[in-house]
């Protein structure tokens, strides 16, 4: 019994290590049902013993044949982007995150975005008008790097860039926007999976690629190798002729630990570059799974979860009633006394909230709703619609309430950027309302789009200095009683000019010297609050 | 070197505050809003360059 076992256990190993299924004919077809697991010397004509002879254990399951594995060459053209590549991932490591992410940055983008794109174009392959909007907007949006140094903005605007130019880099390679409410995230996340997954064959790809039937780039390596003995002998004679070259030299050896870094990040970087690429350009798009037909959510469960939601924002619309109708004002406590500073300053992250939250449930309603041959039903069709124009309303009332708050208390990064973000909302429900009708419209392209041109706006007009500037001037004008010197001071560079306006102002004021000095010393390091 | 009251921060940005230096600024570390604060603060480094260090801060931090 044992050697029975052991024998099996041996042939079983024998085909798995064979290369195609054993169960398969000779066109690799399967072979027909109840034939797979005949013995050898029974019914079946077409039985191929796996191992050879005496095999007389259960036949392997049936496994379908596999798509041959995706193997990248290389050709002339990537043989010439890959030093290309290199060169720009050193520049991008040097400018860019030694550069502090300011022109530097925008610099190494804008010369990898033109590499890329020249790499990745091809002929009669015109890119989408999305896709040129998104190309568009990651140059804009490389620009924020050399205006601003807000950092919130910089950061946001650097994720934007990543996906507007996925977008763009992908749609320059022919590939599709894929259909469905969720395609956008795998048509933006693809691609850097792929850049992963393909690392390692890229760089195989790279030094195996053959040029006139020899391997080029070994010898190409070999004779960087075999030229660093020379210019160990050539720059310290060029640095004794000349002054110039000498100091510029010396300035690197100063730092080499940090050159040295920059070259291994840029060499870390270089295949990944690379891996994108290729697998932009060589990759075929998986092919097109058929669409699961998924049953949806009950439309009797959802209509009821958003019909609640929905009363309970109606009954929130009958309370406003007190603004307008007198009769209505047994609602607010006793003894309140309306003003516009409390009623600006009271419940605008709270609306932003609530219409951040109505966005989800209207997205799982368009998700998950079941749907009539692709249509949503009409009385989700109409909750979503109620939701959406409640929210409107929710968002032209918070931004109301900041503009009377900025009027009250000054400019602030939170309520303007936070403002921008309720415009941006506002375009997404329009068209998430526009979705429950047309199933055309998708969401997730327009909120990409929107964000991007948000964070555009809000990193060209430079929003640090909007603040600054208009804080200063509010003051200045006496609309402001208060100018808070510490904000100003964490409004980073944006707020230096206007720092050291308010000291030259009060200089002129009659203030000795030495008090002047000190004062501005103290407001330049934010030791003190707020000025006189 | 030192600053006057003995830190050593900032000394290698401290560099980029000279005038010579402001003409031509490294495209690495250049953004509008940098070159705007060393305009306004250039006035009052070159009256005072006691400020020097505490510009640095405000620039760099």
């Known amino acids: 019994m044992n050697e029975n076992n052991e024998q099996f256990n041996r042939v079983n190993q024998g085909a798995q290590q064979s290369d195609s299924p054993p169960n398969t004919t000779e066109n690799g077809t399967p072979p027909p049902v109840g034939e797979a697991n005949t013995p050898p010397g029974g019914q079946n004509p077409g039985y191929r013993p796996p191992n050879g002879p005496g095999y007389y254990g259960p036949y392997p399951p049936y496994r379908a044949p596999q798509p041959p594995k995706f193997r990248i060459v290389a050709d002339k053209k990537d043989l010439l982007f890959a030093p290309a590549a290199l060169l720009l991932c050193a520049f991008g490591v040097f400018a860019g995150l030694w550069g502090t992410f300011q022109a530097g940055f925008a610099a190494a983008f804008l010369l990898m975005f033109l590499g890329m794109s020249g790499y990745l174009i091809k002929k009669g392959n015109a890119p989408g008008f999305y896709a040129t909007v998104c190309g568009l907007l990651s140059l804009a949006l490389s620009g924020v790097f050399v205006i601003t140094s807000s950092i919130p903005i910089r950061f946001f605007s650097a994720i934007a860039m990543t996906c507007t130019s996925i977008v763009w880099f992908s749609s320059l390679a022919g590939k599709r926007l894929p259909a469905g409410e969720l395609g956008m995230i795998g048509y933006v996340a693809a691609p850097l999976g792929n850049a992963i997954e393909e690392m390692p064959q890229s760089v195989k790809a790279v030094f195996s690629a053959r040029s006139g039937g020899k391997r080029s780039m070994p010898k190409a390596l070999l004779g960087v190798l075999c030229a660093v003995p020379v210019l160990c002998a050539v720059i310290p004679l060029l640095m004794r002729a000349d002054v110039a070259f000498d100091g510029m030299v010396s300035s690197v050896f100063k730092s080499f630990g940090s050159v040295a870094l920059q070259l291994l990040l840029s060499l870390v970087l270089t295949p990944f570059v690379l891996a994108f690429a290729f697998s932009l350009r060589k990759k075929p798009a998986p092919p097109k799974a058929e669409a699961k ?240 | 070197m030192k600053w006057k009251d003995g830190s050593e921060e900032y000394l290698n940005e401290y560099e980029y505050f000279k005038p010579e230096r402001r003409k031509y600024p490294r495209l690495t570390q250049f953004s509008v809003a940098r070159q705007e604060a060393y305009e306004a603060l250039d006035p009052l480094l070159t009256e005072n360059p006691d400020f020097m260090r505490d510009a640095a801060e405000i620039i760099f931090r």
């Not at chain 1, 109708?325 to 409390?342: D, I, R």
């Not at chain 1, 500037?469 to 100003?488: H, I, P």
């Not at chain 1, 030495?514 to 006189?532: A, E, N, V």
């Open chain 1, 293 to 532: 037909q998924r049953k949806g959510l009950d439309t009797a469960f959802t209509a009821s979860f958003m019909g609640i939601l929905s009363l309970c924002y109606l009954v929130y619309l009958f309370s406003q009633l007190f603004y307008f109708v007198s009769a209505f004002a047994g609602f607010l406590p006793t003894g309140y006394h309306f003003s516009f500073a409390e009623y600006a300053r009271r419940g605008f992250f709270e609306l932003c909230m609530i219409a951040g939250i109505n966005l989800l449930v209207l997205y799982f309603m368009i998700l998950f709703a079941r749907k009539n041959e692709g249509r949503i039903p009409g009385v989700l069709r109409a909750l979503g619609v109620f939701i959406a124009l409640f929210t409107l309303f929710l968002i032209a009332t918070a931004l109301a309430k900041n503009i009377m708050y900025i009027e009250n208390f000054g400019m602030t990064i939170l309520r303007v950027g936070s403002s921008a973000f309720l415009c941006a909302l506002a375009i997404v429900f329009f068209a998430a309302s526009l979705r429950c009708f047309f199933r055309k419209v998708r969401i997730l392209p327009v909120a990409v789009v929107t964000v991007s041109a948000v964070l555009c706006v809000l990193g060209w007009m430079n929003l640090n200095a909007v603040c600054a500037k208009y804080n200063y001037d509010a003051y200045r004008s006496g609309k402001l009683k208060t100018l808070d010197l510490e904000y100003m001071y964490n409004l980073g560079e944006e707020g230096v000019p206007y720092l050291a306006g308010t000291r030259k102002r009060r200089q002129k004021k009659t203030t000795p010297r030495s008090s002047c000095i000190s004062r501005f010393r103290s407001s330049m390091t934010g030791r003190t609050c707020r000025s006189q």
